[in-house]
């Protein structure tokens, strides 16, 4: 069975622009989580979606965002890029199963480099 | 404080040793998760735990729900253990991550 995969692997924008990252989940893996890597912060949660719906947020500003689509697929934007916005970008999937939480399986990361 | 700590920060060892990383956490959580992540960003997932002890290999997870803490020991350890070890608690649906332990095995 295929991994988590996320495109692409490596991104360099300029302050101001947009960018927007994908990841495509484990075949049968509904939710979908990203994090960002940066080594001040560390791992920080940024948002999770379960069949299309964004189920929790961490605590980023509205510069960031994303949506998963019917096949799982998800993708997160970033807006006005500033230059703390460099970083790594992970996502993981899981499988949802009822009563309790599950595995996270996570993808190679994007790494955005913000000049 | 940060809501899940870990140490130490660093380790360093000598082949065939017996490495011990812990986790401390102050917030609910419904499992704890170690991860490894090795040079290049990648993370694999070692354990979930909510309760007791996991076994994988030369992999030990214990954690104990009364005293919100958990360890991660590596039995005869190699250089290819090299890597950056994280634990998380699982908090409604998200991950709360702890800084990490860098550690470094020499032969």
């Known amino acids: 069975k295929a991994g988590v995969t996320q495109t692409p692997r490596y991104l360099i924008k300029t302050r101001g622009q947009q960018v927007t990252l994908s990841c495509s989940p484990i075949?049968?893996?509904?939710?979908v989580s990203w994090y960002q890597q940066t080594p001040g912060q560390g791992l920080q949660f940024l948002f999770e979606?379960?069949?299309?719906?964004?189920?929790n947020k961490g605590n980023f500003p509205g510069r960031f965002s994303g949506r998963q689509f019917s096949n799982s697929r998800s993708e997160m934007n970033v807006s006005t890029l500033e230059l703390g916005d460099s970083a790594l970008y992970l996502c993981?999937?899981?499988?949802?199963?009822?009563?309790?939480?599950?595995?996270?399986?996570f993808g190679p990361g994007t790494r955005l480099t913000v000049l | 404080k940060n809501e899940v700590e870990q140490s130490p920060q660093n380790l360093t060892a000598q082949e065939g040793e017996f490495i011990t990383i812990n986790c401390s956490y102050s917030v609910g959580i419904s499992a704890l998760h170690w991860l490894q992540q090795h040079p290049g960003g990648g993370i694999v997932s070692l354990f979930m735990?909510?309760?007791g002890k996991k076994k994988h290999g030369r992999l030990i997870a214990t954690i104990n729900i009364q005293e919100k803490h958990s360890s991660l020991h590596i039995t005869a350890s190699h250089p290819r253990d090299s890597a950056v070890y994280i634990c998380a608690g699982h908090n409604t649906d998200k991950l709360i991550f702890g800084t990490g332990t860098r550690l470094q095995v020499f032969p």
């Open positions: 075949s049968g893996h509904r939710s």
């Open positions: 735990l909510s309760s």
């Open positions: 979606y379960f069949s299309e719906t964004q189920r």
């Open positions: 993981a999937s899981s499988l949802i199963l009822a009563g309790g939480p599950n595995e996270q399986f």
